[in-house]
């Protein structure tokens, strides 16, 4: 069966003000009325059914979760005891589907993706299963680049077809700086490593335990005391251990059964204030997104919302963020918006 | 006797979020816990004691003052039905002065100076109270230009004193473009023209008869009404019939009784957020001024205050003012700061 594992342990800083360590980017409800991770539930199905859809967080979040997301059954929360980057994350995942599917195909999806066209989504989706299924590869789904990004990973791919819709990888390529990403473009051989990955939970496990055999072990003993009635302190102590890794780092750069899916859909990575301000068709004759009590005046290009009753005004500025909330305000040209979750670590120091 | 008449009837909205319609500029604690009214009263003393002081002000801003700053006798106050701009405030400021002491020797001063030397100050006025004494002249304070400011209208004197401390006015010139500016400078003839005066009520009254003789009709009318117990409409009726017009452009453009005392004190006009981030000493490595729970990163010659519990974060940007208040936010670079009272107008309309 397939199953869907959506990672959403993020702190989402870079959303400050409007995201804070108790409402995490997951549960912002930044295009409509619903939260993110809510958006990205509703869009797998039916193609993923509700009761075959997990998600994976961190222990302090779930609560919030729970809140703020009703009608979520109890056991849809596969919870890390504190974030260790995505491998580990991915591996507590495989080790909990095992016990409720052994034969369970996988589909990894952060929790922070804009997906414009649900039906293209769910194809692109059945032809990496399909693929996994037959050949039991390790897949990712790889996004047309439109821009040098320097913010994504890239992956270098055949141009045929290895099996239908599907390729096979030549290398991952780390965030390259702006020329490197020009020049990736210019090959034409380059996709966007969009961070969504399916394959079964056997083989993501023994591709752990080739290439990260230390994350593998404590998997193992997690595994073991999951159980055991009393093995709580066992899975702490064990998720303790394990050093954070990344799932590109530690497989996907190394595995030779990697492939990828292009995708066939309209996608954006919510990464930051840009993302929401390049969403937003809201704009006035500046180009500027204004929502809320706000006055602009000669300011092109820039975001300005005020999420609060107080006025907000912005004069003479180009090419900025300016978001007002009942948490702060936050100021800050769109190309250094890199440096939100900086600002907002040391407003939390400030506030603890 | 020598009178002090403080002009109070600024709406100050250059100062949003900070001063608003209910609290005008002069009632603002800037630099201390005293509004610039009471540190404007108290500069005055002993050379002119509270009981000779008065405020002119818009009849809508006297209850707010009375509550703000508690003492106040009740006759302080001289009130505009409406603001009509500086020549008719002093014009019934001078009506009723010389229903007190119609000897009296009138100093008109603006509610929003900050000076740092007090005893010089003193001294000033007293050079020109005993000029006005001996003379009945019209006199103004100079102040000498530091700066090719074009927010200011300019005197050019003659060097030579023709009394102590008390030199001919040869002209007065509006407020100047950039390069007349300069030029102005670089002559050492000129100096800016400051807005405080010295005169006898008597002098005053006729200077307006002389060059406005419907603006002098309309305040005999209101100094017969001011006799009458049944008076309050005459007088608002003949308010409302008078002209908008400045003292600079009815009289001291076109007397022949014009005079100027430079000053000898430090003098700075509080006239927008470039005033206050000037004067404030307490500022960081990067030459910003930081109060309240405020982040800033990369961000240099900034004023960057919260005037409230929540935090404000402020990026890569620099000579910017960024000020929250309960009231609202102001995101403006330094030099577009003549926009404030703009945007603060827009606000109001859409609060109304």
């Known amino acids: 069966m397939i199953h869907a594992v959506i990672m959403a342990g993020g702190k989402g800083t870079r959303f400050w003000p409007v995201s804070t360590p108790e409402r995490p980017k997951q549960l912002l409800r930044l295009f409509d009325e619903r939260t993110m991770i809510e958006q990205t539930m509703l869009r797998l199905q039916p193609f993923i059914p509700t009761e075959r859809q ?13 809140r ?8 849809v929360f596969i919870t890390e005891p504190f974030a260790r980057n995505t491998a580990p994350c991915i591996g507590l995942s495989a080790v909990h589907l095992s016990k409720i599917d052994p034969e369970a195909i ?10 414009s066209d649900k039906d293209a989504f769910h194809e692109t989706l059945q032809t990496a299963c399909n693929f996994v299924d037959e050949s ?40 390259p700086n702006r020329e490197t990403a020009i020049k990736f473009l210019e090959t034409g051989e380059f996709l966007w490593n969009s961070g969504m990955f399916i394959w079964s939970v056997q083989r993501i496990l023994s591709e752990l335990e080739e290439h990260t055999p230390e994350l593998h072990s404590a998997l193992m003993e997690i595994s073991d005391a999951l159980d055991d009635p009393n093995g709580a302190d066992r899975i702490y102590r064990a998720y303790q251990s394990i050093k954070p890794i990344s799932i590109d780092y530690s497989v996907m750069e190394k595995t030779r059964n990697a492939y990828v899916v292009p995708a066939s859909f309209g996608w954006s990575d919510i990464g930051s ?22 006055v602009t005046i000669d300011t092109k290009g820039s975001y300005v919302v005020s999420r609060t009753d107080l006025p907000l005004a912005v004069i003479g500025l180009d090419n900025v963020v300016v978001v007002q909330t009942d948490e702060g305000t936050l100021v800050c040209p769109r190309d250094r918006l890199q440096d ?12 603890s």
């Open 68 to 75: 703020q997301v009703p009608g979520l059954r109890p056991d």
């Open 136 to 175: 039991d590869g390790i897949v990712t789904i790889g996004i047309h680049p439109v821009r040098p990004e320097t913010g994504y990973g890239y992956i270098q791919y055949e141009r045929d077809e290895f099996r239908p819709g599907t390729h096979r990888v030549v290398t991952f390529a780390e965030k």
């Open 273 to 294: 204030w840009e993302e929401v301000y390049q969403l937003d068709e809201d704009r006035d004759v500046n180009d500027t997104v204004q929502h809320g009590p706000v």
């Open 54 to 66: 997990y998600i994976v967080t961190i222990e302090e979040q779930v609560e919030e979760f729970a």
């Open 340 to 351: 939100v979750g900086k600002a907002s670590e040391i407003i939390h120091k400030l506030k």
């Open 106 to 115: 996988m589909v990894v999806l952060p929790a922070d993706h804009r997906i």
